[in-house]
C-alpha cells in the first residue's frame, strides 16, 4: 500500500496558495459560475465534490483553478498528484468558500473546469452509432442530470438540448448527471430548425407521450432515431409533434398524470437498448440450437 511521505505531503500542502478576500478574480469566477450555471467567458463551469471532480479528471476535462477550504484541506493530498502543475490551486477561509458554493452538503472542494462544448453536426456525426436525445423544456436539473446519466448509460449517441431546458453547466445537473454530462456529446439548439438535418442524417423522428400514441411494447425502436423530449406538465410542443414520424407512451396507471421526465426517458432508453439486442440474441438462440 502506497503512503504519502512528509516530504510528499509537503510539496502538496506547498501548492496551495491562500486566498482571504472576496474579491480575488478566481473567487468572483467561481462565484459567478455557479450563481448562472453557465460556461464563464473562457468557457469554465463550475464543480463541486471529491466524486465530480474525479469524473471530470477521468473524463479528460481541463482544469483552470481548483479551491479548497481550510477544514478539508486534507483533499488536495488525493486530488492534487492527479493534476497539472499548471493549475491554480486555492485555499480558502470556510466562510469564503460556504460564500461561493453553494451547496446542500459541501465537501470543500470545487473547481473551474473547460468544458467540451459541440455543435449540432458533432451531434449528429456520431448519430449512426445509437439513439439521439433532444429534450425540449426540461427545467428541472435534477431530471435533465438523471437523464443524462441515463443516455450515458443506455448508449445515446448524442444530445440536443431546446429551448427552455436547463443549461447542462449548472451545477446541480452535473451532480446528477454523476459526470455523464463530461463525456456526451451536448448541443444546445434551437428544436425546431434541426428538424431537416435529423431526417437528412437518415433518423427517424420519435416523440414521447404521457397518453397518446403507440404502446412503448408494441412500438418498433430500431434504427437510426431521434427521440424527443419534454417536460412533464407540457410535454413536446404540438409543433414538434406534428413533425414526427412516431409518437410513443408508456403505459401506466390513469391514477397518475404523467411520469417524471427523468424516469420516462430511462424507461424509453432501456427499451431502446433491449429492441437493438434482440437480434443479436436472436442469432445466438439458432446458432445454439444448430450445435
Do not use: W
Not at 120 to 140: F, M, R, Y
Amino acid at each position: 500500500m502506497n503512503r504519502t511521505t512528509p516530504s510528499h505531503e509537503k510539496a502538496i500542502h506547498g501548492r496551495l496558495r491562500r486566498v482571504e478576500g472576496r474579491h480575488n478574480a478566481l473567487v468572483k469566477e467561481l462565484r459567478t459560475a455557479f450563481a448562472h450555471g453557465e460556461l464563464t467567458p473562457d468557457r469554465c463551469c463550475a464543480i463541486e465534490g471529491m466524486r465530480i471532480l474525479e469524473e471530470a479528471i477521468r473524463s479528460g476535462l481541463k482544469f483552470k483553478a481548483v479551491f479548497f477550504r481550510v477544514s478539508a484541506e486534507n483533499r488536495a493530498e488525493r486530488l492534487l498528484p492527479q493534476m497539472a502543475a499548471h493549475v491554480d490551486t486555492l485555499l480558502l477561509p470556510d466562510k469564503l468558500f460556504a460564500s461561493a458554493v453553494p451547496s446542500e452538503s459541501p465537501q470543500g472542494v470545487a473547481a473551474l473546469v473547460r468544458c467540451k462544448q459541440f455543435k449540432l453536426e458533432d451531434v449528429l456525426a456520431k448519430s449512426q452509432s445509437g439513439p439521439l436525445l433532444a429534450i425540449t423544456g426540461v427545467q428541472d436539473p435534477g431530471n435533465l442530470g438523471t437523464i443524462l446519466r441515463s443516455a450515458e448509460a443506455f448508449g445515446v449517441s448524442g444530445v440536443l438540448l431546446g429551448e427552455g431546458t436547463v443549461s447542462p453547466f449548472n451545477s446541480k445537473v452535473i451532480r446528477a448527471s454523476a459526470g455523464s454530462v463530461f463525456r456526451l456529446p451536448i448541443a444546445q439548439v434551437k428544436l425546431e430548425d434541426t428538424l431537416g438535418a435529423l431526417r437528412e442524417s437518415g433518423l427517424r423522428l420519435i416523440a414521447t407521450s404521457s397518453h397518446k400514441g403507440t404502446l412503448l411494447d408494441q412500438a418498433t425502436l430500431t434504427g437510426p432515431l431521434a427521440v424527443f423530449i419534454g417536460s412533464e406538465g407540457a410535454g413536446v410542443p404540438r409543433d414538434l409533434v406534428a413533425a414526427m414520424d412516431e409518437s410513443v407512451a408508456i403505459p401506466h396507471s390513469p391514477n397518475v398524470e404523467s411520469l417524471n421526465a427523468g424516469v420516462a426517458t430511462s424507461i424509453i432508453l432501456y427499451e431502446i437498448a433491449r429492441q437493438k439486442q434482440l437480434p443479436q440474441r436472436h442469432r445466438v438462440t439458432e446458432k445454439s440450437g444448430n450445435l
